[in-house]
């Protein structure tokens, strides 16, 4: 389950915490990247979010750079209005993570 804990956003800094169970933890390498990049780029359009947190099991998932606090200048090659090329969608089914390529199921 994804749920966004905005009670927590503090309003001068801007950071949404997005908590997701340890089945994220499975995610790795480009899969685990590209599942951050699309919550950092979908809870970014909310208003006055300028950075995400993204957390699983109780722990604090980084990008490959290492960062935490998560923008989409982190993730700018993700960047939606400018994609020309395609890639899987990540989506969570029955807790599970998994994969949508040109309309494939994986």
């Not at 599942?35 to 909310?46: E, H, K, N, P």
């Amino acid at each position: 389950r994804t749920r966004l804990i905005y009670g927590s956003v503090l309003g001068d800094f801007g950071t949404a915490t997005v908590a997701l169970n340890s089945r994220a933890l499975r995610a790795t390498g480009v899969t685990r990247e590209r599942m951050l990049a699309q919550i950092v780029w979908t809870v970014s359009g909310l208003l006055g979010i300028a950075s995400v947190r993204v957390q699983a099991a109780g722990g604090t998932l980084a990008a490959a750079s290492g960062a935490t606090s998560l923008s989409t200048y982190d993730f700018a090659a993700y960047d939606p209005t400018r994609r020309t090329d395609v890639h899987s969608l990540l989506y969570v089914s029955n807790g599970d993570i998994k994969a949508m390529s040109a309309g494939v199921n994986s």
